[in-house]
């Protein structure tokens, strides 16, 4: 199947501080990509929807100034935490389409996801 | 308002015995189901899915099932094995690969040697 690759897997910071997580689609191009955040024993919670060369698309509730999402290429998504607290501790994951598709087979490629603990 | 549940938080199954992990699901429009597997600190994998025009769709030791008069989907691993301890989420689509998924809260399976 197609990788999805996240970086960092796991990053510690002060409250106040930004933070950038990357998702890379490795071997397939992906003109979408979603970002989830899961906390603890509760479900992935869709984030955001990016678009490669334009805005992403927030979901209610999702401050777009705190969570900056950038698609600027068909490979690369990033979300940046900005002045992150304690409260955006939480589990982030990706996930991109092939943008051809698999035939017959249309499930999204999950990245192994980041874990950001704000202290 | 959750739009797609999963009611059991957890499911222990003896080792070559059944696993049936339940899903309801609230909205008609949904029109593609998806099954993710999940361990600890990894994103999920994508293990098996059902078109809502189907009412079953079968890939080795896992079977969908999809009812949806009663908006209830199943997800069956025979035999269960001790690799397949994880938490298995369910999701729903509406339209193309394009659109997001919507999961329940997961239900986490422990098969038991």
């Known amino acids: 199947g197609a990788v999805v690759s996240q970086h960092p897997s796991r990053v510690i910071c002060k409250s106040g501080t930004s933070v950038k997580i990357e998702c890379r689609s490795l071997d397939f191009q992906a003109t979408t990509m979603f970002w989830y955040r899961q906390f603890p024993k509760q479900s992935l919670m869709l984030m955001a929807t990016s678009n490669e060369g334009s805005k992403a698309t927030y979901e209610q509730g999702v401050e777009k100034d705190k969570f900056l999402i950038n698609h600027a290429s068909l490979t690369l998504s990033t979300l940046t935490v900005t002045s992150a607290h304690p409260e955006d501790s939480s589990f982030y994951i990706c996930s991109a389409r092939d943008r051809a598709g698999l035939a017959g087979v249309y499930e999204q490629f999950f990245g192994p996801g980041t874990r950001l603990t704000v202290l | ?113």
């Open chain 2, 1 to 113: 308002d959750q739009q797609v549940k999963q009611n059991s938080p957890s499911l222990s199954v003896q080792e070559g015995r059944i696993s049936i992990l339940n899903c309801d699901y609230t909205n008609s429009m949904f029109d593609y189901f998806l099954w993710y597997k999940k361990y600890p600190a990894e994103g999920p994998t994508f293990l098996i899915s059902i078109s809502s025009i189907k009412d079953k769709n079968e890939d080795g030791r896992f079977t969908v099932f999809l009812n949806k008069s009663a908006k209830h989907l199943s997800l069956h691993i025979v035999p269960s094995q001790p690799g397949d301890s994880a938490v298995y989420f369910c999701a729903a689509r509406f339209g193309s690969g394009n659109t997001p998924l919507v999961f329940g809260k997961g239900t986490r399976l422990s098969v038991i040697a």
